[in-house]
Each structure stands twice: as structure tokens, then as C-alpha cells.
């Protein structure tokens, strides 16, 4: 889906501004240690780009060791500013989103059931197009956290909602105010997962909900594709998640999962691994015009949620949803 990259994912092309090296050696002269359940045994699952993947032993996640500095993440981010995969994604329209409608509709029930229709917070909200389905949907006082400025001022204007300009963690908002906290495609770009999920119950009222949305590492995609699947994208994605390591990243911090769910094919993974395009222009344009028919009649829609019910089932849907209640 790609709603909310709050931490810019890059497109494939790498920009400069990151010395590999030293951090291929780091990781020669530094033991992996899982950032969910801080584990040290873990086994090497491959290299990308430079960068080591780890498997957990104990929880399960795919995760990338060592993690770049905040510094040389910065100096990524910015040598790639203007040639992002999250500008691809908050310049879309909302008709892009409509094969996902369904999920956030799911997902803004669970909140209400389990806390009312109270104030909304949205992490890494892109361009606001989650905020906007939830305003349509009567939902009155929005607030989204979105750290790239061109990002946060598209969601101003498509929602009206107050957004923060800002790191999540560095965010000044009120204790216990929301009834719900969202994050679609955020958490696998954080190098602290657990210090973002103690500051999401912070922010959480009594029976607060928080729904979030992450790639599947055995999802169809991961597992047939690979690591050259395009979801596979270090430094920006720097976990891959399975049911049980989001229940191992969730319990421990006070949270009880109530719902866990697979959904969705990366369309654009198998348009780059079946097409070979050969530039990020192309590629996107591929990507924009299977998509366009893919969703271009409700029966194509209606069919997209009969293949997201087999994916669940089955449990290979390249996207995980999770929901889960503070306790």
C-alpha cells in the first residue's frame, strides 16, 4: 500500500552519502542483536546492498544489523530527497487507495469498538490520505506526525488536520488523548520499535487502539522473489516482521493483540522482477498502469478482497495487520 513511509523510503537507484564499508566492517566486529526482543542469537539470512540481514532465533524477525548511524540515515535520506518512493507515494491521488479502503475501513471500526470515535492519530501520515479517509468517514479531530516537509504540507491541505512536522518520538502531544494510533508502513523503517511502541501507549487513552500495517517476510513476495524483491530495501526498511515477532514486539510493551491479519500482493515488486524495466521511470510507470487495471471496476475490487480473504487464510499476504487494545 505505502500510505505512511514516515522515515522516506528511497527509490532502488542508491544516492551517495553512506560509507558501506565501514559499516560492513562494524558488522564483521559487532554480534547482531535483535531490536524486538534483544536477543544475540540470530543467524545470517543474506546481504543487500551491503547490508546484513539476520533472522532471529527467538522471535522470528528479519532484521538488518548493524544499524546505520542517525547521521549517516540523514545524510542517505537527503542525498535521495528528490527521487523518493515516498514522494511516489503521498502524490498520489486517493483513488490510488481504493483497493485498501476496505482495511482502513476495518481498521477505524476496531478503534471505535474498543474506545468511541475520540481523537485520531495517524504516524507517519504522507500525504493524508488515510486522514482523509477517516474525515469522510466522521471522524472530526485528526492529527497526523509526518517528519518530510513537502509530505506534511500535501496532508494539511487534503485534510485540514493538525500535523506535526516532526519525528514521532521528538512529538509534544498530550498523554492518554487519543482513541486510536495508526501507522501504516512505518514500523519497519524505525531502528527502536520498542521505544516507538511505549511512546504510541503513552499517547493511547483508557482502551486505546493502535492498528498498524508492515510487510510480511513470508509473505508470497519474500518468499519467491527474495531478497531482490524491491520490499527489500536497505538502510530504509530495517525489519521484516512475522505474526509471531509483532506479538513478541507488542506483548512485552502492554499491549493485547486482538486481530492479525495478511493481506495484499506487491504489485510493484512483480512489475520490476517480471518486466526488468530498465529505469526507476519506467518502473514506476509499469507499476501506475497495472495498478490502474487492477482497480479500474468494483468487480476488480470485489475480487481483490476475495484474494485478501485466501491470502489471510494462508497467511501469505505481502502486507501483515495488526490490532491491538493497551491494557
Known sequence: MGEGYALVELSATRPTGMNLASHETSAVNTPPQCPVCGSKEARRS???????????????????????????????????????????????????????????????????????????????CGGGQFLAFARERGWSELVGVEPSPPAAAHARSRTGAEILETDFLSCNLEPERFSGVTMWNVIEHTPTPRLVLRQVRRMLGARGTFVADCPNRYGLTMRIIGKEAFVVMPPEHLAYF??????????????????????????????????????????????????????????LLRMIDLVNVVLDKTRLGDQMLVVAEKR
Not at 514522494?87 to 486517493?94: G, K, L, M
Not at 493485547?256 to 526507476?280: A, G
Request: proline content about 5%.
Open 46 to 124: 543474506f546481504a543487500k546492498d551491503g547490508f546484513r540481514h539476520y533472522s532471529c532465533s527467538e522471535c522470528d524477525l528479519l532484521f538488518l544489523f548493524p544499524v546505520p548511524s542517525p547521521e549517516e540515515l540523514d545524510a542517505y535520506y537527503v542525498a535521495g530527497a528528490d527521487d523518493t518512493r515516498s514522494s511516489q507515494c503521498w502524490e498520489r491521488e486517493d483513488f490510488d487507495y481504493r483497493h485498501y479502503e476496505p482495511i482502513w475501513e476495518r481498521a477505524l471500526e476496531s478503534i471505535e469498538r474498543s474506545a468511541g470515535r475520540g481523537p485520531l492519530l495517524d504516524v507517519g
Open 242 to 299: 512475522s505474526h509471531r515477532s509483532l506479538r513478541a514486539l507488542l506483548e512485552p510493551e502492554g499491549f493485547q493483540v486482538s486481530q492479525m491479519s495478511c493481506n495484499t500482493i506487491y504489485v510493484n515488486d512483480w512489475v520490476r522482477f517480471l518486466s526488468k524495466p530498465k529505469n526507476e521511470r519506467s518502473a514506476r510507470a509499469s507499476h501506475l498502469n497495472w495498478y490502474a487495471r487492477l482497480t479500474s471496476t468494483e468487480a
